[in-house]
């Protein structure tokens, strides 16, 4: 069984760790370990651009063997977006009175507002006032 091997970096002879024997190249100096680090990140890197190429490509390939693709997907996306749209009012919801808040200040009239900008962000603002009228008719 082999217990030594030449460094692919440096050349020198040295021990083989017995739990990765078969995949171990690089001794254990410094300026080694580098360039096998060196050498690992470029194939993960250069594994990454194939993907991403081959990721492009298939998509290529999908759209132009489906031509109705963008043309569905642009209208689903539309109907989307207006279902949304109904869903969520822009003006004054409600305005009710609700009960006296515990310490005796009187009723309140609450209001949401709801309000979606150009970026589609939906804010919503909910107010709570005392009612003057109210307080001044009850006392």
Not at 21 to 38: P, V, Y
Not at 44 to 63: L, N, Q
Not at 121 to 133: D, N, Q, Y
Request: glycine residues 4%; hydrophobic residues 35%.
């Amino acid at each position: 069984m082999e217990t030594q091997r030449l460094c692919a970096c440096c050349g020198k002879p040295f021990e083989l760790n017995p739990r990765s024997r078969s995949t171990h190249r690089f001794c254990r100096a410094r300026a080694c370990q580098r360039e096998r680090k060196r050498l690992a990140q470029k194939q993960r890197r250069d594994s990454e651009v194939r993907k991403r190429i081959s990721r492009a490509e298939y998509m290529r390939r999908y759209r132009a063997q489906r031509p109705d693709y963008r043309q569905r997907e642009a209208e689903r996306a539309t109907a989307r977006r207006a279902q949304a749209r109904a869903a969520e009012p822009s003006e004054l919801e409600a305005v009710s009175a609700l009960p006296a808040p515990v310490g005796g200040a009187g009723p309140l009239a609450r209001a949401e507002l709801r309000v979606v900008t150009e970026a589609g962000v939906t804010l919503r603002l909910a107010v709570a006032v005392a009612c003057e009228e109210r307080r001044n008719e009850a006392g």
